[in-house]
Nanobody, 114 residues
């Protein structure tokens, strides 16, 4: 079954860190660029970070540059998002996405609050 399953979300205080993971199955993961998106309540879904199939290229939204790091492990079929210095405005549902074919995971909730 072709699918993406996110994990690692939760409640964290401002300034804290979380690491999201996305497990891919049912396709040759190493062939595809991957992305993380997020959607806050009442807002449109926005691109957070992208990584190429071989991890030689990454891109970030201006709002997360210097705080978030996207990485992947093609041996484990996972793509990760390390999030540091989290702020309340980072609160959103975070989605993993395979860029070709627009395959989405179910999302994982991240809440930043004191």
């Amino acid at each position: 079954q072709v699918q993406l399953v996110e994990s690692g979300g939760g409640l964290v205080q401002p300034g804290g860190s979380l690491r999201l993971s996305c497990a891919a199955s049912g396709f040759r993961f190493s062939n595809y660029g991957m992305s993380w998106y997020r959607q806050a309540p009442g807002k449109e879904r926005e691109l957070v970070a992208t990584i190429s199939s071989t991890a030689d290229k990454t891109n970030y939204a201006d709002s997360v540059k210097g705080r978030f790091t996207i990485s992947r492990d093609n041996a484990k079929n996972t793509v990760n998002l390390q999030m540091n210095s989290l702020q309340p405005e980072d609160t959103a549902v975070y989605y993993c996405m395979r860029r070709v074919g627009s395959l989405w995971g179910q999302g994982t909730q991240v809440t930043v609050s004191s």
